[in-house]
Every structure is written in structure tokens, then in C-alpha cells.
């Protein structure tokens, strides 16, 4: 019998598995087909101030292992997130949620997040400061230590939750962003969003993705992923939620040799909609296979 | 939604780049308007493509080589597996008919049609449909929906076969409701044209397909709506043009 259960700022998990924001909705299309409660938890759809449709289409496009989006935080707005959302998901999901919020401006932020602190059911609040898809905000404060800095600050002020903050891969020193996270209050940090890319349509010489360019996600940005992790973990003293490419449970482990505490999945949920259960069950066995008994024990293994 | 391996049992060319492929195993339910999402190996997204027809255990697409995916697609043989998600999307809404709907196809927006057409007469009503093609060389099923006691029109671009223009310029009087797929330009055209309420079947560049992942959102009188999950049939009242 092998120990899945892990400690995600101070909540246990069944299993360190959770499908990552903007890939699982609220819930519901996923609840149809299994158990969600078998998930470790899962990350709910970026959740800003005012309701918003996002990017014009097309705002996806194929590459080699994996794809890219450019939906920029469609969502109903959090008002309505906790009106109607919550009431829904609490009905199918019996667990603490993730949720995952972005903003335009550190007020938005902190206003957000204040509202959401008072749902019984928000477990951690997943801050994305680093969503490449919007303009005047998200990713803007994930490339700045000061920045981020500012933002974790506004929210820590607003909420007792944990704060997990979710930061961009498109920078030059991801470290220094992290660090300045912790120092600013930040109780775990998620890494890493979707890489700045790009796919021009042959026939037209034009861009497929009709914002220009999009995050770029799936099984390609493992390695890279896997890195930031490493790097970071072994730069903070807070827990690392690490994402990016994980497809299996054999990717999991990887994840938390590395040194995240926690792995979400994010664009293997899109191509298979049972991929995160599956990696959930599929989990014991490759621990097994790899001489592990407990997942705690490999938690930054390769530091 | 079910997620299912089937047997591709037939694969075959309708016209130089339109194909049909039949697929047989546990198909789930598949309602006229819903479509399939079908993996292919080493292609990371699914290829979503609308349902021809659904019966017992086989599963019948028409679906045009439009660039690397389709491309493998028709270079399926039989026997080849695929891992498919059936039962997507909602469908057009049958009850909504009248006694002598209309059903208007451009290009390969004509197949879901087809399942649409045999289900209408089957419940007996009287149904016209306009096919609507660039050239008489891309003409497929116009005698598979004649076969089915459909009165049908086709029309061409460039005049080389039947009415020389549009769908639009070949609309029958007095139908009931309308029933269309096809290019959005095509779909413009006829809401404009036409009195009669109706819906018609979107096509939007998916991620999932199944609702997911918000990347085929369509902003509607009510609101954003995904058109793999809400759509991809919508309303003519609800589509903001």
C-alpha cells in the first residue's frame, strides 16, 4: 500500500493530481463522466472582477505536442462565479477548490480575491499573474519581482487562505519573481503558465490565432517546465505547485522529484477527458514500479 | 459525450477532396447536428467532424481534406482503430420543424443534413433541400437525399450544373422552418434572405470539443456561448451577425 497524500499549504491531499485552471471549467462537463472527487482537487476557471468573453476567434491552434490558446480569461465574472458556479460545483465536488483569479490591476486582485475568501469552499486562491493572453494586466505582473511583489501583498491583505501564486515562464529570471513572492507573503507558488508562441496559416501568410500569438501548452513544454520547477523549488522555502506538459503519472513524479509538492494537468484534459483520473489511478503503480512508498519522500529528490 | 474505439469499416472518395468514411463499434448516441472528435496519431488535437449518419452500431462521416489531419484521416484503411468522442454538441432541435421544413447545405456543411433529412421523413413531413456547391465536380448526395423522397435543388457557382448562383437564389416558397450548414457567408446570406425562423450549424477552430477549454466561444443574444457544446446549432434569432 503506497502513501499518494501530500500537504498543499497546510490541506491534505488524497493525491497530488489537479487539473489545472482553464482546462476543467467549474467542473460540471468533467462530473458527467467520473467522480471528480477522486482528483487531489482541481483549479477552476480564471476568475476576474467583470464578466468577460475573451479574445476573437480562432483563438487556438495545433503544434507539434501540443497547442496553443489565446482565449484571454473568458469567464462570467466572479459575482456570479459564487452565485452560480459555487452552488453548482458544491453539489458534484466535495473537496476544497482551487481558484484561480487574474486581474487588470492590483485592485482587481485584491477585490476578486476578498470575495472569493468568504466561499467555504475556495480551499487556496490560485493567483495568475501571468496570463500572456490579456493586455494591461495578467502576465504584465508575473515579469516584474516588484509587480508580483504588489499583487501578492494586495491579496495576502484581503484573505486568510493560502496564497499560491501562478507565475509566467516568459521571463529571463523566474527565480527572482518567486523569491520576491515569498517575501511579499506568498504561501506556495504554481509554475508554470503557457509559453509565448505563435503558428502562421500557410495558404493565407497569415496568423492563426486571431490575437496574433497565444500560450503555447502540452507535452512539448515538459523539460521546461520540469526546469523552472527545480530552480525554483530550490530558491523558496514555500510549497511549488508545478504544471506544464504533464501527461502521466510517471510525469507526476518527475514533477515532485523536482521539487513541486503538487502537479496540476492542464492540456492533457482537453485531448483526453479522462486523462487527470487516469493519472490518479495510474499513480500507485508507477510509484511501485519506481521503489516508492511514499510521495513525501520524493518531493525534490534531484535537488 | 462517450469516448469510444472504432473500426473504420469503409473510407472512400465522394468527390476529388470530400471523403466518406463508416465506422462501426459502440457508437453511443448520436443525434443529426452533434458531431464526433477523432484522435489521430501523432496529431495533439482531435478533428472534430460533424455526423452524416448514426444507426445501430455504425457511424457514417463525410468530411473534406482540408490540411494535415484530414489528410491522414483519408489515408485510413479498413480495419484502422480510432479513439473517438461521439455525441458532441447539441444537434438541431427536430421538434421544431413544421410540416415542410427546409434544409440548406453549402459545400461540406451538407452532410449532417443528411441524417437531419431522414429523420424529418421519417416523422412524415415534407422536406426541401438546396445544395449548394462551387462546381458541379464537388457535388456529392444529391441523389442520396433524392433517394430519400427529399425535393432537391442544387445549385452551382460557376452554373456548371443546376441553378447557376447560390442557395439563396434557389429558395422555395412556403416552407416552414429552415435547417442550414455551410460557409458563414452562405449562413449570412440566408438568415437575410429568408422570413422563416430557423437554425443553423457553426463551425468554429476547437481545442477540446467537449466544453472545456473556451476556445470556440461565439458571443450570441444570450450571451457567450461555446459552439462545441451549446452550438453547434444555434438559433438564427440568437446569432449576432
Redesign the interface.
Known amino acids: 500500500m503506497v502513501n499518494t497524500r501530500v500537504t498543499l499549504c497546510g490541506i491534505t491531499l488524497d493525491n497530488p493530481v489537479i487539473p489545472a485552471s ?4 467549474f467542473g460540471y ?2 462530473a ?2 467520473y467522480d471528480i472527487n477522486l482528483l487531489g482537487t482541481f483549479s477552476f ?1 480564471g476568475t476576474t472582477r467583470e464578466n468577460r ?2 479574445n476573437p ?11 496553443i ?1 489565446a ?1 484571454g480569461l ?1 469567464n462570467p465574472g466572479v459575482e456570479k462565479v459564487v452565485s452560480e458556479e459555487l452552488p453548482k460545483l458544491g453539489k458534484v465536488f466535495h473537496k476544497p477548490v482551487m481558484a484561480n483569479v487574474s486581474g487588470f490591476s492590483v485592485e482587481d486582485y485584491a477585490c476578486t480575491c476578498a470575495i472569493l475568501d468568504r466561499e467555504e469552499q475556495v480551499g487556496w486562491l490560485e493567483v495568475n499573474v501571468s496570463c500572456p493572453n490579456v493586455h494591461g494586466g495578467g502576465m504584465s505582473f508575473g515579469t516584474d519581482p516588484e509587480a508580483a511583489a504588489s499583487v501578492t501583498r494586495a491579496v495576502k491583505a484581503v484573505t486568510k487562505k493560502p496564497v499560491i501564486i501562478k507565475l509566467s515562464p516568459n521571463v529571463t529570471d523566474i527565480v527572482s519573481i518567486a523569491k520576491a513572492c515569498e517575501e511579499a507573503g506568498a504561501d506556495g507558488i504554481s509554475l508554470i503558465n503557457t509559453l509565448l508562441g505563435m503558428r502562421i496559416d500557410l495558404k493565407t501568410g497569415r496568423p ?1 490565432i486571431a490575437n496574433t500569438m497565444g500560450g503555447f501548452s ?2 512539448a513544454i515538459f523539460p521546461v517546465a520540469l526546469r523552472m520547477v527545480y530552480q525554483v523549488s530550490k530558491a523558496v522555502n514555500i510549497p511549488v505547485v508545478g504544471m506544464g506538459g504533464v501527461s502521466s503519472a510517471e510525469d507526476v513524479v518527475e514533477m515532485m522529484m523536482a521539487g513541486a509538492c503538487a502537479v496540476e494537468v492542464g ?1 492533457a ?6 486523462a487527470s483520473l487516469r493519472i490518479v489511478k495510474a499513480l500507485p503503480e508507477t510509484m511501485e514500479k519506481y521503489g516508492i512508498s511514499d510521495l513525501n519522500d520524493i518531493i525534490g529528490k534531484a535537488h | 459525450m462517450k469516448q469510444t474505439v472504432l473500426t473504420v469499416t469503409e473510407n472512400i472518395p465522394l468527390t476529388a477532396s470530400v471523403y466518406r468514411m463508416r465506422l462501426e463499434g459502440a457508437i453511443g448516441e448520436n443525434r443529426p447536428g452533434q458531431f464526433v472528435e477523432i484522435a489521430l496519431p501523432g496529431r495533439f488535437l482531435r478533428r472534430p467532424i460533424s455526423v452524416c449518419g448514426a444507426r445501430g452500431g455504425e457511424l457514417t462521416l463525410i468530411y473534406k481534406v482540408v490540411g494535415h489531419g484530414t489528410e491522414q484521416m483519408s489515408a485510413l484503411e479498413e480495419g484502422a482503430r480510432l479513439d473517438v468522442l461521439t455525441g458532441l454538441g447539441s444537434g438541431y432541435r427536430i421538434e421544431r420543424a413544421g410540416n415542410a421544413p427546409l434544409l440548406v447545405g453549402g459545400g461540406v456543411g451538407v452532410p449532417p443534413l443528411y441524417g437531419l433529412a431522414k429523420e424529418l421523413i421519417n416523422k412524415g413531413k415534407t422536406v426541401s433541400v438546396v445544395l449548394g456547391f462551387n462546381t458541379a465536380d464537388e457535388i456529392f448526395y444529391e441523389d442520396e437525399f433524392r433517394a430519400l423522397g427529399c425535393a432537391v435543388t442544387v445549385t452551382t457557382a460557376d452554373g456548371s450544373y443546376g441553378v447557376s448562383g447560390f442557395v439563396t437564389d434557389a429558395l422555395p416558397e412556403n416552407a416552414s422552418y429552415f435547417y442550414a450548414c455551410g460557409p458563414l457567408p452562405m449562413l449570412k446570406a440566408l438568415c437575410k434572405k429568408t422570413d422563416i425562423p430557423g437554425e443553423v450549424s457553426l463551425e468554429e477552430r476547437m481545442g477540446c470539443g467537449f466544453g472545456a477549454c473556451m476556445g470556440c466561444s461565439v458571443m450570441t443574444a444570450s450571451g457567450a456561448k461555446r459552439v462545441c457544446r451549446e452550438g453547434p446549432v444555434f438559433k438564427k434569432e440568437e446569432l449576432i451577425w
Open positions: 482553464g482546462t476543467f471549467g462537463e468533467f458527467e463522466l476557471k468573453f475573451g476567434t480562432p483563438r487556438i491552434a495545433e503544434c507539434t505536442a501540443g497547442m490558446n482565449v473568458q492563426i502540452g507535452p492540456a484534459n482537453l485531448i483526453d477527458p479522462y
